[in-house]
């Protein structure tokens, strides 16, 4: 199995790329993370209270400076999604091998934020299509799961056009011990 932590792979399509966030992101991505429009669809569930709106560049960039200290710490993986048509980045996933002592132990867990015009199925999907079929041997699990909340039908939809499937089991914060719903899965086929 390859080491996601030592070398990073770049996830690439004829419309996007995923490559490791970097500080230079910073400008772009404040795009994504002042949207309050896109605010919604972040999951910030066992955050530490951390809700992603980051409204100014300062906050942005400490929000990346973390992302990519918490690569160096092996925490998680953070991938900046570029549209290659406008030379832009458009929001960034996080994937990580998740340890725990509810249903979701051992999962790859999959954040997905992008900005408010990119929250459309078909973008979605294809999204999906790049980064799931890596993250299983990436993060050495077998299922991969993410939170889609109820209002997120356009989410929803490109999720189960994937093959996703609700799932009735909560997610238990590790810190906190609140229990988190919401939650679609994918096995590996």
């Not at 400008?27 to 919604?40: H, I, W």
């Not at 409204?55 to 960039?61: D, G, S, V």
């Amino acid at each position: 199995m390859p080491n996601v932590y030592e070398n990073c792979p770049v996830f690439e399509n004829e419309r996007f790329r995923m490559r490791l966030i970097r500080k230079e992101d910073a400008a772009d991505l404040l795009e994504v993370y002042s949207d309050k429009n896109a605010l919604p669809f972040f999951n910030s569930d066992n955050c530490k209270g951390d809700n992603f709106y980051y409204p100014t560049l300062e906050k942005m960039a400490g929000a990346v400076d973390f992302w990519i200290q918490s690569y160096i710490d092996k925490w998680f993986v953070r991938w900046t999604i570029l549209d290659k048509s406008v030379s832009k980045a458009i929001g960034t996933i996080e994937m990580f091998r998740r340890l725990s002592d509810d249903a979701f132990n051992e999962v790859g867990l999959l954040r997905l934020d992008v900005r408010s015009d990119y929250e459309c199925s078909e973008i979605l999907q294809e999204l999906f299509t790049l980064c799931v079929p890596p993250a299983y041997e990436l993060f050495d699990c077998s299922e991969v799961v993410s939170k889609i909340p109820l209002y997120a039908v356009e989410r929803a939809g490109a999720a189960e056009k994937y093959g996703f499937r609700k799932s009735e089991e909560l997610l238990i914060g590790g810190e906190d011990h609140y229990a988190y719903n919401g939650y679609w899965t994918v096995r590996r086929s």
